[in-house]
């Protein structure tokens, strides 16, 4: 049972200086820390494994010149050059052939209906597409009803490749200097990539989780980081995941022996309790809501009793919850 007002609104006005529970899954110990206080938890040897996508402003609002009947348009995946899944709303109004104009510089007109009832739609502008989405688009914040001022607290400070509709939200808490100190003390920072989707954030609705369908996204891990990864494990240190999304992007790259391949794709890895983790042996993410797919993933990596405890326990300290929260690390 979450509070409401537990779901952060806004983020920590320094980012290193939110609060961390540290759990220990050997001793079953909770400690409350601050974020910076990480690197003390943190041994020359690791591997400390980041997501660098980079958040789109993927929320657009969309006008029929005909009509003026409006429509909201969420990009959600890229298909191509121009044509984009996203989801619609309402979307009994999103027909195929009709076009919306969003912007002086953009339109999108509905190409496809998909059985799950999102959309395909074409994309319809002349020029450099980022810098007329920048214009057009809203950050899309789930969960947040107050407005961001400052688009950049959305995105991690090392953020790169355009292409996810929300945040690897764990990455929010890391700044330059402490990501410096971090590397300092001989912590290996390896970057892969996922395209984060909403779908990680849809709430499980069907009784029997194996009936819940998981949207898929795209990965990316070079040769590089893949050797980084292997011989850090080989020389026994632990690979520590920054957030669900390296996890699963993780999980997804890595065969029964332990070994990360490098390459790209789609993945839809949906982590249950059961699963057997075959690469991170540590895991920094945020407080995740009741029902989540990103709730079964942490109760996966140590048991659903611990974690009803663990935040329990964070409920009665006012940890504050979901992409602008407190985070946790379960080592």
């Known amino acids: 049972d979450l509070p409401k007002e537990l779901i952060a609104q806004s983020p920590a006005e320094c980012r290193s200086a939110s609060r961390l529970l540290v759990y220990n899954r050997a001793t079953k110990s909770i400690e409350d820390k601050v974020f910076s206080d990480i690197i003390d938890y943190l041994n020359p040897g690791d591997v400390l494994v980041r997501n660098t996508t980079r958040v789109i402003p993927a929320r657009l609002y969309g006008t029929r010149p005909e009509t003026g009947g409006k429509m909201e348009f969420l990009l959600l995946r890229r ?11 309402p979307g009994r109004r999103a027909k195929v052939g009709l076009t919306f104009k969003i912007s002086d510089e ?5 190409t496809e209906m998909r059985e799950d009832g999102n959309r395909i739609i074409r994309l319809n502008y002349d020029g450099i597409f980022e810098e007329i989405l920048d214009r ?5 914040l789930p969960y947040i009803t107050e ?34 100190r971090i590397s300092e003390k001989g912590i290996d920072i390896v970057d892969v990539l996922l395209h984060v989707g909403l779908g990680t954030f849809r709430p499980v609705s069907v009784e029997n989780v194996e009936e819940h369908h998981m949207h898929s996204e795209h990965y990316e891990c070079t040769q590089d980081a893949a050797d980084r990864i292997n011989r850090a494990r080989a020389n026994g240190g632990r690979v520590i995941a920054v957030g669900t999304t390296s996890c699963r992007t993780l999980e997804s790259i890595t065969d029964e022996n332990g070994i990360v391949h490098p390459g790209s794709g789609s993945t839809d890895i949906f982590i249950t309790p059961g699963y057997r983790f075959k690469a991170v042996d540590a895991l920094i993410t945020n407080f995740h809501l009741p029902e989540s797919t990103l709730l079964m993933l942490i109760s996966a990596f140590s048991s659903r009793e611990e974690v009803m405890r663990i935040y329990k326990h964070a409920v009665e300290e006012r940890y504050r919850f979901f992409s602008f929260g407190d985070a946790s690390f379960f080592i």
């Not at 950049?152 to 700044?175: C, D, I, W």
Request: charge should be negative.
């Open 106 to 110: 953009l339109s999108a007109t509905v």
């Open 136 to 140: 057009a688009g809203e950050m899309p």
């Open 79 to 89: 298909i191509d050059e121009k044509h984009w899944e996203c989801l619609v709303k």
């Open 147 to 180: 407005r961001l001022n400052d688009k950049t607290r959305y995105q991690t400070v090392y953020a790169k490749e355009n292409g996810s509709a929300a945040a690897p939200t764990a990455g929010l808490h890391f700044t330059d200097e402490l990501l410096s």
